[in-house]
């Protein structure tokens, strides 16, 4: 599930997962880390269709209305799969491995970053947890802390090489640091 929602205030507005890093959308770059996913939905605005190539697309309600809506909005479209892989859609180094790592660790695996802060939004949950962690908490405007909180969460490392996979670009100045890297 990639949710691709936001108002990309920090960026100027627009369409912020069809932001090129490398010469590649960000929404690419996510898309393809799960090229082998038998179930992929993406949750974001119509505007973003013609850049899916058969990717199912659906929009959270309210439009924008956050993380744990736009999880909600996409779980009917990837409820039959045993795991369900919940990314943002800026994240320029995420890749298939990264999200093997965090593949069958419990409930919930999210990477934690140098400082010990959780990653929620580059997570492997199994699709039953994730199903309760929903019921558990049904406002829309839930925070992802929250929702997290309805799950045993496994915090794991990131053990790779370069940029970590939860670098996302929600500014000007990390969209050129993410340019740099790949130079």
């Given at each position: 599930m990639v949710l691709a929602g936001g108002r990309s205030r920090r960026?100027?507005?627009?369409?912020k997962p069809l932001l090129r890093v490398g010469g590649v959308t960000m929404l690419d770059r996510v898309l393809a880390a799960?090229?082998?996913s038998s179930h992929t939905v993406v949750v974001g605005p119509s505007e973003l269709d013609d850049h899916l190539a058969g990717v199912p697309r659906v929009q959270e309600q309210p439009p924008g209305g956050g993380p744990v809506a736009a999880i909600g909005a996409g779980f009917a479209a990837v409820s039959a799969a045993a795991r369900?892989?919940?990314l943002a859609a800026d994240?320029?180094?995420l890749t298939a491995q990264a999200l093997e790592q965090l593949?069958?660790?419990g409930d919930c695996a999210v990477y934690v970053d140098g400082q010990g802060r959780r990653q929620p939004l580059v997570a492997v949950w199994?699709?039953?947890?994730?199903?309760?962690?929903?019921?558990a908490v049904p406002r829309k405007d839930a925070s992802m802390k929250e929702l997290l909180g309805a799950?045993?969460?496994t915090e794991l490392t990131w053990a790779g090489q370069g940029p970590p996979?939860?670098?996302?670009?929600?500014?000007p100045e990390a969209l050129e640091e993410a340019q740099k890297w790949l130079r």
């Amino acid at each position: 599930m990639v949710l691709a929602g936001g108002r990309s205030r920090r960026m100027g507005g627009g369409l912020k997962p069809l932001l090129r890093v490398g010469g590649v959308t960000m929404l690419d770059r996510v898309l393809a880390a799960l090229a082998g996913s038998s179930h992929t939905v993406v949750v974001g605005p119509s505007e973003l269709d013609d850049h899916l190539a058969g990717v199912p697309r659906v929009q959270e309600q309210p439009p924008g209305g956050g993380p744990v809506a736009a999880i909600g909005a996409g779980f009917a479209a990837v409820s039959a799969a045993a795991r369900v892989a919940v990314l943002a859609a800026d994240l320029p180094f995420l890749t298939a491995q990264a999200l093997e790592q965090l593949t069958g660790a419990g409930d919930c695996a999210v990477y934690v970053d140098g400082q010990g802060r959780r990653q929620p939004l580059v997570a492997v949950w199994a699709t039953e947890s994730l199903r309760r962690a929903l019921e558990a908490v049904p406002r829309k405007d839930a925070s992802m802390k929250e929702l997290l909180g309805a799950v045993n969460v496994t915090e794991l490392t990131w053990a790779g090489q370069g940029p970590p996979p939860w670098f996302d670009c929600d500014t000007p100045e990390a969209l050129e640091e993410a340019q740099k890297w790949l130079r």
